[in-house]
């Protein structure tokens, strides 16, 4: 109506489902760890210092207007000059109106399931069957190996997307293996040894490491993530292991909201038989392609 301002009312602590307002606020807290931000309307980008994966942008949590279509084009601007992928992530549910900005501003964004687990669903290990999950330990003489394993395994993994069996396996994992960085090691280190960071690996008789997995844990919220299982042991239950064994691992050390994006409903399964629930959908979006 004429003469009368929307104004933007962000969500406060006391209105909003509490799962929520604290995965926004883990979401904000994770890449403060290692990046500064800068700040682009009702966005933040978290720009990482040092060498590593880089961070995306997502709404800032002290907004008082929501992300404009004008927000989203600076920032793409900011990460084109800086030589960073054009990546934002936000929960859909905590900002619902910027999915169709996102689109209208030329963003082709991924609706991930997000879910939380139901500490009661966890079914114990003999349960599942399948093999002993072993998680890193920091002080371990093969921990810097370990980590370049966990690494490439999922580098493999990810790259055939979907959770259909191939071809792809130990030679091709063994092919991909890269040795750490040592500032990134010792990044590694430092954060695995303070529980920040827990990492998880499958190793199977003949065939090495083949399934892989990390949790990111802030106070007593924590994100499972980077699950990958090498194409050629698919199906075997392995996946669901190091999702079980993680989350077995962040309730005994005291963590009481362990929650995970499945990268679609087919990988959701995986999540749901090892105690995960939807709550809502996470948005992971980059540029749309061109248009032929
Ligand atoms: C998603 C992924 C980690 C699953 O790994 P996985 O080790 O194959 O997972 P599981 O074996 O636990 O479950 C996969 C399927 O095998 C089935 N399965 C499990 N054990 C089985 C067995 N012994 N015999 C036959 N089938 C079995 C499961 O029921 C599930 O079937 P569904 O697709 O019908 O639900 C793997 O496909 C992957 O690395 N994908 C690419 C990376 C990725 O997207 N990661 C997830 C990011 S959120």
Redesign the pocket.
Known sequence: MPGIRYVYAPPVASVRDEPFDRLERFYDAVPRDGAHTEDFGGLVLFVRDGAGWPFYARPRLDATEPPSAADISAVRQRQRDLGLPEAFEWVHDNNPELLAVARSAGLSVLEAPLMVLDPTALPPAAELGGPAVRILDPAAPGFAADVAVRRAVAAV??A????EIGAAGSAARDAALVELPVDSLDEERARTATGRRISALVEMPGEGAV?SGMALRVDDVAEIAG???LPS????????AVTAALARRLLDDGTNLIFL???SE??A??YLRVGFRRIGTACIAEPAPAAL
């Open positions: 993994g990810f055939a997307p979907g959770t399934a699950i990958a299982t042991a698919r199906r075997r239950g392995l996946g669901a994006s499945a990268g087919e990988i399964r995986v």
